[in-house]
């Protein structure tokens, strides 16, 4: 006899269609690739099972479908609250690990929110940006080690090891294969970034021939995987970057489900069609800051010196010391990625409880390289959750040279942030491989979008550099000076190195 052990869970959001205006025409049953909605007897009528995609909403021409968040239907526990009532449940229904995706879904604290910038006044005045120069050209790569001015005043660099990128704003998009997204996705992001002259992150998964055209756009990805990492490749793209860890799942190796594996991403990658692509937790190569130092040098060799090598970590307890055995390994540029920061699938016990807020990393990361005479030699990319312009130029005092952005871009292109990029099924056409289901993003609309984001992104940084008298953005690196702290936790504000409102200069 077999025993039902599954246990339904309640709803957490249901669809609700107004019947008198609804036109019948279905396009909201096409538009549900979770299959929650179905038309019988004349009527829409939803099943269990609504992410909040919000893809229906935005099918309909007659806008007569709202998403309703159901109210919790537990019975008040302050200690057992809804989540994690139907966490165990799901648990216990599937015996396995919870998988989600997007960044941590944990409300810790956003220190970003407690920090406030300082604007010129009087003494120090404002500039206007309209009028006057305001500079955003930003550079990613091994710092020059000496500047100087030779007699007929020309400004003499002392020639760094390896050739800078030259990025027209402090923005990166992060690294998101092809498998994790779609195919019409990534085309969106690499001409986005092609446009606006800033560099893309081609993630772990290779790169199909079709985008060789933005490599000098791109930064590749090598990963503990090393899948689709060949010379040729290595040789063609703006920058190289050995992957150690992602903020979002610290420790924790890629996956990407077989039935994401189609023959697009199985040739990309170089692997098998349909079989899942597990990209081991460390890279069995790696188990010393020597053994870092050797992969660089073996990367820098095979690009024959013409390109940067930077190294991403995750934002871990102990950072500053991991940041800076990787500057003296030879890195050009270290992005360290937060807490906060997406996935397109992972385990939700690490997503949600690994790892260090993006404020706090990077500016021990800053703080370390300066103590000890590093800071000079490289860029350093910050990552995991920068939502807006201001988290952007915070993040830049806190000791950011670049941010790496991918969920704002995601969002740019239609993605509604409902955490279900790993089960493939994507009603927006990124996060899936689905044929019917990629078609639905069209490339050069999404690509205007993130161009138009990160355009909007980049006169805020403007303006806000003119207000507070700043005409470059080199000037604000690390520049704690202009940031006070208005939280509840002044221990918070001593780890950053920030003076609470209230104190002045000096
Ligand atoms: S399309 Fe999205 S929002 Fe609409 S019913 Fe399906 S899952 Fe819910
Ligand atoms: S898309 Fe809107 S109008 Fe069309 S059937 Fe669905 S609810 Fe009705
Ligand atoms: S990419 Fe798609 S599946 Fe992933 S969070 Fe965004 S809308 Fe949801």
Not at 93 to 120: K, P, R, T, W
Not at 168 to 184: A, E, F, K, T
Not at 267 to 272: A, E, S, V
Request: hydrophobic content about 40%.
């Amino acid at each position: 006899m077999s025993v039902q052990t599954v246990v339904r869970l309640p709803e957490k959001y249901r669809p609700v269609v107004d019947h008198e205006l609804c036109l019948r025409c279905k396009k909201c049953v096409r538009a549900c690739s979770y299959e929650v909605l179905e038309f019988k007897d004349d009527r829409i009528r939803p099943k269990p099972g609504c992410v909040a995609c919000l893809r229906c909403v935005y099918e309909c021409p007659a806008q007569c479908i709202t998403v309703k968040e159901m109210e919790p239907q537990f019975a008040h526990h302050a200690v057992f609250d809804p989540v994690l009532r139907r966490s165990i449940i799901a648990q216990s229904n599937s015996g396995g690990v919870l998988l989600s995706s997007c960044g941590a879904n944990v409300e810790y604290m956003d220190i970003f929110s407690h920090l406030l910038l300082d604007a010129a006044q009087v003494t120090n005045p404002s500039i206007d940006p309209l009028r006057e120069p305001v500079e955003t050209r930003t550079y990613l790569g091994r710092r020059p080690g000496k500047v100087t001015v030779t007699d007929d005043g020309r400004i003499d660099l002392q020639s760094s090891s390896t050739p800078l990128v030259v990025m027209d704003m402090p923005i990166m998009i992060g690294h998101i294969s092809l498998g994790s997204i779609s195919y019409n996705a990534q085309a969106a992001l690499f001409q986005a970034a092609s446009e606006l002259n800033i560099v893309a992150g081609t993630g772990e998964g290779g790169l199909h021939a079709d985008f060789y055209k933005h490599s000098k756009n791109l930064c590749a990805e090598v990963a503990s995987g090393r899948f689709g990492v060949t010379s040729h490749y290595l040789k063609e793209v703006s920058s190289v970057e050995i992957k150690i860890g992602q903020g979002a799942k610290p420790g924790h190796g890629g996956h990407l489900p077989g039935e994401k594996v189609q023959e697009l991403v199985s040739q990309t990658r170089m692997i098998p069609l349909g079989t899942d692509a597990l990209s081991p937790y460390p890279h069995h190569d790696i188990y010393s800051i020597e053994d870092l130092q050797q992969l660089i040098s073996v990367l820098k060799e095979s690009t024959e010196y013409q390109v940067p090598v930077g190294v991403k970590i995750a934002a871990v307890h102990n950072v500053g010391a991991i940041a800076s055995g990787i500057v003296r390994a030879g890195a050009d540029f270290i992005t360290v990625d937060g807490l906060r920061g997406g996935t397109g699938s992972a385990p939700r016990v690490i997503r949600d409880h690994a790892g260090m807020p993006i404020e706090i990393a990077i500016s021990a990361v800053d703080q370390r390289l300066q103590e000890e005479g590093l800071r000079d030699k490289v860029t350093l990319c910050a990552s995991g959750s920068i939502r807006s312009a201001a988290d952007m130029i915070k993040c830049i005092a806190l000791g950011a040279d670049v941010v790496g952005v991918c969920t704002a871009a995601m969002i740019a292109m239609g993605c509604t942030v409902c955490q279900q990029c790993h089960r493939g099924m994507c009603t927006w056409g990124i996060a899936t491989q689905r044929q019917d289901l990629v078609g639905r993003l069209q490339t050069p609309v999404a690509a205007q979008r993130v161009v138009n984001l990160f355009r909007a992104w980049n006169e805020e940084l403007k303006e806000m550099l003119g207000a507070m008298g700043i005409d470059s953005v080199e000037s604000l690196v690390g520049n704690r000076d202009r940031l006070r702290y208005i939280g509840p936790n002044p221990r918070i504000a001593e780890i950053l190195g920030v003076k609470h409102s209230g104190e002045g200069w000096g």
